[in-house]
């Protein structure tokens, strides 16, 4: 993961390896504002999520991928 606190975004990046037992894997982010809301969204459509900070921080995000390997990025946003 990576975020920047000056622009207030940042990306992450999940990877289901083909040896993986399971498609589906929660991240908890770091680095948020725990009382700003974010939009989550990735490439391919798999991910739209709007949340707090806090949330996002403490119970992650859930993501789950069609098939293995398979890696997703997170695009992480304030939400407008």
Excluded: R, W
């Excluded at 289901?16 to 589906?24: F, P, V, W, Y």
């Excluded at 680095?31 to 991910?47: A, C, S």
């Excluded at 709007?50 to 695009?75: C, N």
Aim: glycine content about 6%; charged content about 25%; hydrophobic content about 40%.
């Amino acid at each position: 993961m990576f975020f920047d606190p000056e622009l207030d975004e940042g990306f992450a990046s999940i990877a289901c390896q083909e040896t993986s037992s399971k498609l589906t894997n929660t991240i908890c982010l770091k680095g948020l504002d725990p009382e700003k809301q974010y939009h989550i969204t990735d490439f391919d459509g798999l991910v739209d999520v709007t949340a707090k900070g806090a949330d996002l921080m403490e119970h992650g995000i859930t993501v789950t991928v069609p098939e293995q390997p398979y890696a997703v990025i997170l695009l992480i946003k304030p939400d407008q």
